[in-house]
């Protein structure tokens, strides 16, 4: 096996679980809300999207590629998919505003932290 795929390797062996982690801790979090004024600020949606950008950014500066990144971002998006498709009653994310932005922020957060981890790319042997 050459160094780069013991690389690509090594840095999708460390995207999986990162992205179990964010997925189940993020769904934990995306409820959590405080009353400010008659108004319900969901506080826990922000940190659930920041977690997951943080540990994507990282991984892009620790690996310096984009595949965990993306890797990461796909495997959250899936398992936050699923939680979220359970049956009637058994949902962890329910199809309402902060469940809504939880499973399509992901996809958002992911997409601006591949743009974002570009930077962190080795150069190419010349």
Known sequence: MNKGATGAARGIA???PVALFAALAGTALHRQSVLFAGVE????LAAALLLLASLQLWLGAWSR???????????????????SAAGTGKQ????????N????GSAGVTFVMLLWCRRYRRPPRG
């Open 14 to 16: 460390a995207a999986v």
């Open 41 to 44: 600020v969901y506080w826990g």
């Open 65 to 83: 590629s984009l595949l965990p990144t993306a890797v990461a971002g796909i495997a959250c998006y899936v398992t936050v998919g699923l939680l």
């Open 92 to 99: 962890l994310i329910v199809a309402d505003v902060p469940g």
């Open 101 to 104: 932005v939880w499973v399509y």
